[in-house]
């Protein structure tokens, strides 16, 4: 068998080729960071991140990247690819991540913490910590995780509905005003036309997903596959029995949730119920 010709000798892992490119067209042009700094009006340090891998950066610090070294749309392209390539999560979670991102529509059920599409960093980092993250790994976890919450952007945008078991939003995080940004997030999220957000009340008692974190991906083809969750591990389901017995749990649930409007409301005083300093 011929051995593959390499073309470019640089990688084929997704975000280490968008920060090598980074490199190079730096290089090219001749710019030190700081000078990238001044020109483009970011902070100089974001572009040493980008370009060592630590961090992808947002879609508009790229396009004016684009825009500076004239390539119109090609790191834009790289990028796209970096912050959709499952590679960059745990490997027990790379094959959901993929079907979550074809997903035409997505149907959640949070029964002890937010889904990853909604937290902030500052819950994220609280959560991975607590599951033992710490140093880079952690810094690279909480991005990966924050950064899902493009796919809740643009026109191909999925319809994403989760309901949130009254516990999710009572379980505070250590910092009161991480806290209320947390909460300050949701209720935004759920402005967004293609999101619908509802919580059910804590008084309604026992129910059959009280102890299952649930995400239903319906795909293009119209097959839906389950993903149940707990804190040590996760598996797809795609018998298509088994889906339809948690999807009539599901619909159980949603009949004992407040309806949107209310969720949010509620949402709304938690909100103004948290202190507006930090944690003493």
């Keep these: 068998m011929p051995h593959r ?34 020109v483009l009006g970011w902070d100089w340090s974001l572009f040493g991140k980008m370009e060592s891998g630590e961090t992808l ?7 004016a990247l684009d825009q500076h070294y004239g390539t119109p749309g090609f790191l834009l392209t790289l990028w796209e690819l970096a912050i959709g390539d ?12 993929t079907l979550e991102a074809e997903a035409v529509s997505l149907w959640h059920y949070a029964p002890g913490v937010l889904p990853g599409l ?6 994220a980092t609280e959560l991975l910590a607590s599951g033992g993250a710490e140093g880079e790994d952690l810094a690279r976890q909480v991005e990966a995780r924050t950064r899902r919450a493009e796919l809740l952007k643009g026109k191909r945008a999925p ?19 991480e806290q209320r940004m947390q909460l300050e997030h949701l209720s935004r999220a759920a402005e967004q036309t293609n999101v619908t957000l509802q919580v059910v009340p804590e008084e309604v008692g026992l129910h059959g997903l009280r102890n299952t974190a649930v995400m239903f991906l319906r ?5 839906t596959v389950a993903y149940v969750e707990n804190d040590h591990r996760g598996e797809l389901v795609s018998e298509s029995a088994a889906v339809e017995r948690l999807q009539r749990r599901y619909d159980a649930v949603r009949d004992l949730a407040l309806s949107p409007t209310e969720s949010v409301k509620l949402i709304v005083r938690m909100m103004e119920e948290e202190p507006c300093g930090p944690s003493t």
């Excluded at 950066?57 to 396009?63: D, K, L, N, S, T």
């Excluded at 499952?86 to 991540?97: A, D, L």
């Excluded at 909604?118 to 819950?123: E, S």
Aim: no cysteine; charged share 30%; hydrophobic share 30%.
């Design 57 to 63: 950066g947002g879609p508009e610090v790229v396009e």
């Design 5 to 38: 010709r390499v073309v470019t000798g640089r990688s084929q892992q997704p975000r280490q080729r968008f920060a090598e490119e980074l490199r190079t067209l730096r290089g090219r042009q001749g710019d030190s960071l700081r000078r990238l700094g001044e």
């Design 159 to 177: 319809h994403f509905r989760t309901i949130l078991s009254g516990a999710v939003l009572r379980t505070r995080l250590k910092d009161a005003t």
């Design 86 to 97: 499952p590679t960059q999560f745990k490997e027990q979670y790379r094959r959901y991540m």
């Design 219 to 223: 795909m293009a083809d119209g097959e």
């Design 118 to 123: 909604l937290q902030t960093a500052g819950y």
